[in-house]
Every structure is written in C-alpha cells, then in structure tokens.
C-alpha cells in the first residue's frame, strides 16, 4: 500500500549536538486519516515535522538515518518545491509566516513561485480564501487579524498550493477558545475532503479531532494512553 506519509526507523542528531533527537521513529499515515502526535516541550515533535517536510535534510545538515517517504518517494531525493506541492505545513507562530500586505498576497505567493498562469492562480486565491471562510477580510493586511484568523490565512497560503497531506506543527499554542473552535471545524472539514493530516499538539485536549493519537517519547513513537 502507498501511504501519502511513511516514516521508516529514522534517526536524526542535530549537528554538533550528542544525542540522537529522534530515535527510531516508525510512522504509517493512510489517506484521510487524521493523526494525533503529542509529547512534552524538547522531546522533538517539531525536529520530526522538518523531517516530513524536507527542512531535514535539506535545510539543516545534522546525522540523519532511516527515512520519510511521500507517497512512495524518499523527501531526501525530492527539492524543497515538490515537497511543498505533496505536504503543507502550518506552524506555531503565525506572525512568522505571514509577510504580505494583503491576505489575496499571501494567499498568492505559493501558486505564484510555482509559475502557474493567472487563472489558475486566481482561481486557487479564491478557493484557499473561501475554505477559510476568509472572503470578508480578501483584501485586509494579515496583521490586523486575530491569532486564530492569522493562523487560517496561514493555513490558506499553504491550501493554495493543494498539498494532498498537511501537517499542523502546535497551531493551536497562541490562539483563544474561540480561535481553536475554528481551526478544528477547517480540520475536521479538510479531513472529510479527503486530506491527509497530521497534528502535533502540546496539549492533546486539542486532538479530540484525531482518528488516533502517538506520544513522542524519548526518541520514539508509541500509543497514547492520556497520560504524557
Ligand atoms: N536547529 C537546532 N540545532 C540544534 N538543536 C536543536 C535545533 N532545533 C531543536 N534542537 C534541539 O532538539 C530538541 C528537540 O526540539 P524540538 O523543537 O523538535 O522539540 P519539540 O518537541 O517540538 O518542542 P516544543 O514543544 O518546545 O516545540 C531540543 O532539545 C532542541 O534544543
């Protein structure tokens, strides 16, 4: 079976640290599942989420064993702009990823570095924006958004480029009740159109909307239970 995400006993060590960060981690993600990852602050949920998406080892050049396919094919061997059509991500701090002066910018700027045409790229602004329930705010600079709405248009500059898999990196750390209840209904109704989506959590009272949860231990990945 092809899975949209496998990891196969990876290991990974920063670069002139000592210990391994990730110690034999074993992942299989099918299609439309909703996965759940929660660990303490350092066990290194976000050091695996550069690894999905190609950070690692493209970007930081630590000790890396073992391996992370995207729907079959090794991230190692992909660039990064391939990486980014098959798995999107979305992380903590929304005030990080959002630089344009407009939401219709932000949303733009992935379909734009891909070289699609207007259209296209028209059409994809509209779609992200509408998924979002962002139309309202098309033409507003992102700044003046709450951090849940930050954290939607975040989401739309990623849905833009229609990645099949999306990986939540901890979205839900700065944002209100209120803001969380919104991110969960776009999750849940990602996963329904068929989305492959990975959350990473701190607290896994945010992951009720998970098909099942993985706590990262020491290095490795294992069930669950409710106690970290
Ligand atoms: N670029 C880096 N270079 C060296 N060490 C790093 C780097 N990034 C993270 N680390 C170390 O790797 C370990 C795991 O970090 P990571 O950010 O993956 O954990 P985390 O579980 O996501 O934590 P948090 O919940 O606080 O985000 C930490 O000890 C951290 O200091």
Do not use: W
Request: with cysteine; aromatic share 6%.
């Amino acid at each position: 079976m092809m899975y949209p995400i496998e990891v196969k006993d990876l290991y990974y060590q920063y670069a002139g640290k000592e210990e391994n960060i990730l110690r034999g981690i074993n992942l299989q993600i099918k299609k439309g599942e909703v996965v759940g990852i929660v660990g303490l602050s350092g066990n290194g949920k976000s050091t695996l989420c550069y690894c999905m998406c190609g950070i690692i080892p493209h970007v930081f050049k630590g000790k890396l064993k073992g391996e992370v396919l995207l729907f079959g094919k090794p991230v190692k061997d992909m660039d990064l702009a391939s990486v980014a059509t098959k798995v999107g991500i979305v992380f903590q701090d929304p005030d990080t990823q959002l630089f344009s002066p407009t939401i219709e910018d932000e949303v733009a700027f992935g379909p734009e570095n891909l070289c699609l045409n207007r259209e296209e790229i028209g059409e994809r602004i509209s779609e992200a924006i509408d998924v979002v329930g962002m139309e309202k705010y098309r033409y507003s600079n992102p700044h003046c958004l709450s951090g849940g709405q930050k954290q939607l248009i975040a989401l739309a500059s990623i849905l833009s480029l229609k990645p099949e898999m999306l990986i939540f990196d901890e979205v839900m750390a700065q944002i209100d009740t209120e803001g969380r209840k919104l991110i969960k209904e776009k999750i849940v109704a990602l996963k329904n159109a068929g989305k492959t989506i990975l959350m990473i959590e701190h607290d896994f009272s945010n992951l009720d909307i998970a098909d099942r949860t993985l706590v990262l231990k020491s290095g490795k990945l294992e069930v669950f239970k409710g106690k970290l």
